[in-house]
């Protein structure tokens, strides 16, 4: 079974130059390391309750984010396990254009149809995957538990934004 703890040697996997800059972890936490030991201990007294998402608006959609840095990797780490689980892979779009090139330079009639799945990640519907993650048995306690937190934040976020 895949190792689903949240600790120093899993999240030491998923920090990248990207995050030490976001979250100015050098300027506040002194190294990586002294932030991993920071994020591990904060997990340690308040984990796996997670703070409100900041929100902001982009084309028309809202964006959550967390705001805390160790809420961020929680929901990484979180990220990590269920794509190991499931082997969940997202597209390659470079792949995918090299892929209709050489089709199409292929001799032959060919008919090309762009189709375009309209807000499609809103329109996953969170619980009933909870639920059936729940139902598989493979994700970790803790791991369920961040994501019914991500989607009790979630709710207050957007009943929140509906108000304001």
Known sequence: MLKQVYDKEQLTKI???SDVWKWKILRLHGSVD???ENTVAYWGSHFPKLELFDTYKTRGKYIFTPSRMEDFFAINLL???IRRIYKVRQSDRGRIIRQIKKILTDPGNHQVIRLDIKNFYESIALDKMIKKIIDDLILAPNGIQILENISSNLKKSISIQ???
């Open 15 to 17: 920090v990248k130059s």
């Open 162 to 164: 509906w108000t304001t």
């Open 34 to 36: 002294q932030a991993v």
């Open 79 to 81: 990220d990590r396990f």
